[in-house]
């Protein structure tokens, strides 16, 4: 089955600097590559996603990139503010997995004002 | 945010108790989900249901049984649970089985004594 590998497991930046986390995973079949958000205490919340068609997507201070050949991909945040503290998930699946996320393990990122 | 609804969002119960989770989506979805997060571990799928039918048990104890009436509504019934159960049990759905954008619920998080 699928397996996602996420790095780092914790981060820690200053306010107005960069972040950015990355994410292996196994099977070359994947084609969908969600990260997900999750406040202290609170749901998970999907802020951007990409697809296999694509090398990269931006949404504001959020983008993303996939590298298909080396099966990976990254989530870069620009500008960090305190409010993007938070535990950042990223995922994959595939057609052959029944669509099934696949999860990282999570990195807990800290903007230090 | 009210699309996905979980009740109760914190309960405790002992290892011989009967106790029952309860997920409500109000976002016209088909497929709902059950995942388990416990720290340091990626989220975990339980089960998955599409059109009501079970279309996924990841090797689940049999202690958790799940049951789904209708396409809103998803419990989790929990039976003679371990201390190694405790943990935030997160519902999640989406418009079918094949999207796989899932949107979460706030999880209730049980602890098992």
């Known amino acids: 089955g699928e397996n996602v590998e996420q790095h780092p497991s914790t981060l820690s930046v200053q306010e107005g600097d960069s972040a950015v986390i990355k994410c292996t995973y196994s099977d070359s079949a994947s084609n969908y590559f969600p990260w997900y958000k999750q406040e202290l205490g609170k749901r998970p919340q999907l802020i951007i996603d990409?697809?296999?068609?694509?090398g990269e997507k931006k949404d504001q201070r959020i983008a993303v990139t996939l590298n298909k050949t080396a099966k990976h991909f990254s989530l870069h945040i620009t500008e960090t503010q305190p409010e993007d503290s938070a535990v950042y998930f990223c995922?994959?699946?595939?057609?052959?997995?029944?669509?099934?996320?696949?999860f990282g393990k999570g990195t807990l990122l800290t903007v230090n004002p | 945010e009210t699309g996905v609804t979980q009740t109760p969002r914190h309960l405790v119960m002992g290892m011989t108790n009967k106790k029952s989770l309860k997920c409500e989506q109000h976002l016209g979805h088909n497929a709902m989900y059950w995942y388990k997060q416990s720290a340091k571990k990626p989220l975990e799928l339980m089960f998955v249901?599409?059109?009501?039918?079970?279309?996924e048990n990841n090797s689940v104890p049999s202690r958790f049984s799940p049951e789904c009436p209708n396409s809103s509504h998803l419990f989790l019934h929990l039976h003679t649970l371990q201390p190694e159960d405790s943990a935030l049990y997160l519902c999640?759905?989406?418009?079918?089985?094949?999207?796989?954008?899932?949107?979460f619920g706030p999880g209730t998080r049980l602890l098992v004594l």
């Open positions: 990409i697809r296999s068609n694509v």
């Open positions: 249901y599409n059109f009501k039918e079970q279309t």
């Open positions: 999640a759905s989406s418009q079918d089985r094949l999207s796989e954008t899932q949107y």
């Open positions: 995922a994959a699946s595939s057609p052959g997995s029944n669509y099934k996320l696949t």
